[in-house]
Nanobody, 122 residues
Framework: QLQASGGGLVQAGGSLRLSCAAS????????KAWFRQAPGKEREFVSA????????YYSDSVRGRFTISRDNAKNTVYLQMDSLKPEDTAVYYC?????????????????WGQGTLVTVSS
């Protein structure tokens, strides 16, 4: 029901925009988030946006470089990633909750996309 796309290979300092399109149900009022998982590491919170889109949240490691947004008309959430660093290399997952409140914990999200790989070369 969630399809992530936009990953790829980019040099350090470059940019990518990830998209997460929902299908099968409407997620208009659902909080959405991006997580990432690097090889050998646990899945970690990156960013989230409330159901209304009025509030956004970021991990300390990406704040000021990444921007989350949503287009409810397209049932899509985006993650604009600028000033990418090699340590941003990971599989990025989009997720959605049943309500509009955001959390940074993996187990608070009910729906998950398949992941898209982002590789940042130095």
């Amino acid at each position: 029901q969630l399809q992530a796309s936009g990953g790829g290979l980019v040099q350090a300092g470059g940019s990518l925009r990830l998209s997460c399109a929902a299908s099968g149900r409407t997620f208009e009022s659902s909080a959405k988030a991006w997580f990432r998982q690097a090889p050998g590491k646990e899945r970690e919170f990156v960013s989230a946006i409330t159901g209304s889109g009025s509030s956004t949240y970021y991990s300390d490691s990406v704040r000021g470089r990444f921007t989350i947004s949503r287009d409810n008309a397209k049932n899509t959430v985006y993650l604009q990633m600028d000033s990418l660093k090699p340590e941003d290399t990971a599989v990025y997952y989009c997720a959605a909750r049943l309500t509009g409140y955001v959390y940074s914990a993996v187990n608070k999200y009910n729906y998950w996309g398949q992941g898209t790989l982002v590789t940042v070369s130095s």
